[in-house]
């Protein structure tokens, strides 16, 4: 059964929208099993080299980097939906601790020569910016 015409239901609801998947404990929480999930999983790197004759095969593990992306994803949330979380007074100390834990370990590991200091500098927005300001005084080509 329908409601009825010019009805004003919607002014008894408590709150618009949906409920947060996530408690901030709830989050914390996942951000932590995500941490750690990336200190137990390193990428391999399959090495082949030549020795003495030898063709040899072997495996080279390499930090994995945490990423805002990443945690995303281990947590089945969009990055909107992570946004969201931050613009809320509740999950505020969360996202930020999770904002910083995991550009702290970008910036650590970048500086270390683990991760490619250019990529991770345009990632948290830390790149030099300089402007050339190009002025033509003089033809460069002659008037032959």
């Excluded at 990428?43 to 945490?66: M, N």
């Excluded at 550009?103 to 300089?130: M, T, V």
Aim: hydrophobic share 35%; with cysteine; aromatic share 12%.
């Amino acid at each position: 059964m329908a409601a009825p015409l010019e009805n004003e239901y919607y002014l008894l609801r408590v709150r618009s929208g949906r409920h947060p998947e996530y408690t901030p404990e709830a989050l914390l929480q996942r951000a932590n099993e995500y941490f750690e999930w990336v200190e137990q999983n390193p990428f391999k790197e399959e090495v082949i080299f030549h020795a003495q004759g030898l063709i040899t095969k072997d495996f080279v593990t390499k930090k994995r980097p945490l990423t805002l992306e990443g945690f995303c994803i281990y947590a089945n949330i969009v990055k909107k939906t992570f946004w969201n979380y931050e613009r809320e007074k509740d999950f505020l100390q969360v996202t930020a601790y999770i904002r910083e834990t995991i550009e702290n370990q970008q910036l650590e590991l970048a500086s270390a020569g683990f991760l490619n200091p250019n990529i991770i500098a345009r990632k948290l927005g830390l790149s030099d910016k300089s402007e050339v300001k190009v002025t033509q005084e003089q033809p460069l080509f002659g008037d032959d």
